[in-house]
């Protein structure tokens, strides 16, 4: 049995990675901004879930949901940073009141709650944090640079948190997933931003169409999702990356492959840069 701390619980894949802890048995401490609702969805969850208020941009609330964890179960061994939000617009089209709420969510919001969580697994030399990141994490798409590039900076910053607490007993971990089934292209989730810009409308405005098309009929099944995320904490070396679903495979496998081809055609010049 393992203790879980989880952002995000309320919807989507933070709800269900609460889920499946629980059906796994696990005890969960569930957070959330309303986090009222949680409960609402576990009524025979019992004493194996707590339910936290956080806001991931109020370091306070983080503060307090990690120390109510601590008092409840005495340990947090897998800390779930889930909680995010989107932003599908041009880059040029991004102002920058939207794209600092971008990232004080998706960036500053996993940050603070590192902050919080590891000094209670370093004390354990034991633990798992879990970063979700997205298939645009590692290879990106037009309408998705903002966003992109917050999902970016938790690859950057979870790999080399990956090296600074292995020695401490500390596994580390990035989910990206792909398109799933949940609300995450709703409105709600999803801020496509005030401003269009028409040179923009065969990329981005084609984007937009797709990602309105395809809300509620992604591939991606979260359930199934939850599940695996749930059962790699069990493995005795898991991975840096765990890419979920098949189209999150593809763009990376075609991001490979074109980097590759890149790097060889243009590998002269970069030798030819050193010194003598």
Partial sequence: MSVWFITGSSRGFGLEITRAALTAGHQVVATARKAETIREQFPDAGDALLTAPLDVT????????????????????????????????????????????????????????????????????????????????????????????????????????????????????????????????????????????????????????????????QPGDPVKAARAIVELTAAPEPPLRLPLGADTLQAFDTKLDTFRTEMDAWRHVTLSTDHD
Avoid: C
Avoid at 63 to 73: I, K, M, S
């Fill in 58 to 217: 109020d370091p306070q609330s983080i503060q307090t949901a990690v120390d109510a964890a601590v008092e409840r179960f005495g340990r947090i061994d897998v800390l779930v940073n889930n909680a995010g939000t989107g932003l599908l617009a041009a880059v040029e089209e991004s102002n920058d009141a939207a794209v600092r709420a971008v990232y004080e969510t998706n960036v500053f919001g996993p940050l603070a709650v590192q902050r919080a969580a590891l000094p209670v697994l370093r004390r354990q030399r034991s633990g798992h944090v879990i970063n979700i990141s997205s298939i645009v994490g590692f290879a990106t798409a037009p309408g998705w640079g903002i966003y992109a590039s917050t999902k970016f900076a938790v690859e950057g910053f979870t790999e080399t948190l990956h090296t600074e607490l292995a020695p401490l007993g500390i596994h580390v971990t990035l989910v990206e997933p792909g398109f799933f089934r949940t609300d995450f292209l709703d409105p709600a989730s999803l801020h496509t931003g005030p401003d269009t810009i028409d040179d923009y409308a065969p990329t981005v405005g084609a984007m937009r169409a797709a990602a309105a098309s395809l809300n509620h009929a």
